[in-house]
């Protein structure tokens, strides 16, 4: 079945405690990304990355870091966390836009707490 | 960025049509317009996309203006399932892809 997956669904953690949120997808896509999800502000952009050892910097990049080491894969890092950081996130791929079938594939989110 | 605008909501009744709107006034002749919706407590999924000619699927049709600035995307029969906030984005055949998702429209379906 083609999916993007995430883990962990659910996390509480602390301020300052690194953390890693993993993406994983199926589906050989050259695109992948990351979102933050917050009341009122809708769907924001983090980073994405085109290939391989290619990323760059969405909307809201600050307190994050992501590395594609794999065409599989796409984590996203928090350093050092921060209450702000409290959100839900959403990983999501895709072929190339020019691709014929461009949809993005959606995860079924992270929400992460940062007391 | 290319940027869309839509409304914050809209309701309507169940069985009915549903015509969301999206404006685009930036738009490049290589972007193509996507369209996804998110249901509660869901990640967002694909609903349909076009570049210039109107598209039909089997969940929706997508009305594209002729000058592309805007487009409509149209739900033939709304039911309670398609209660969901759903976003326009555009995405660039050449491949920025730096998106806005925006805050979308929340679609409410009166019985």
């Known amino acids: 079945e083609a999916q993007v997956t995430q883990n962990p669904r659910y996390l509480i953690t602390v301020t300052g405690k690194k953390l890693t949120v993993t993406c994983s997808q199926n589906m050989n896509h050259e695109y992948m990304s990351w979102y933050r999800q917050d009341p009122g502000l809708g769907l924001r952009q983090i980073y994405y990355?085109?290939?391989?050892?290619?990323?760059d910097k969405g909307d809201v990049p600050e307190g994050y870091k992501v590395s594609r080491k794999e065409k599989r894969n796409f984590p996203l890092i928090l350093e050092s966390p921060s209450p702000n950081q409290t959100s839900l996130y959403f990983c999501?791929?895709?072929?190339?836009?020019?691709?014929?079938?461009?949809?993005?594939?959606f995860g079924e989110g992270s929400r992460l707490t940062v007391l | 960025d290319a940027k869309t605008t839509q409304p914050n909501s809209m309701e309507s009744n169940e069985e009915e049509p549903v015509h969301l709107p999206c404006n685009h006034s930036t738009i490049s002749g290589t972007d193509y317009i996507h369209w996804y919706r998110q249901l509660p407590s869901q990640g967002p999924e694909y609903v349909i996309h076009g570049l210039t000619s109107n598209v039909n699927n089997r969940m929706a049709s997508l009305a594209i203006a002729e000058d592309r600035k805007s487009s409509t995307l149209i739900l033939h029969r709304a039911t309670l399932r398609d209660a969901a906030v759903y976003y326009c984005?555009?995405?660039?055949?050449?491949?920025?892809?730096?998106?806005?998702f925006g805050t979308g429209t929340r679609l409410t379906i009166i019985p």
């Open positions: 999501a791929s895709s072929f190339r836009a020019g691709a014929s079938t461009g949809e993005l594939f």
């Open positions: 984005i555009l995405r660039d055949y050449f491949g920025n892809e730096k998106l806005t």
């Open positions: 990355s085109m290939n391989v050892e290619v990323t």
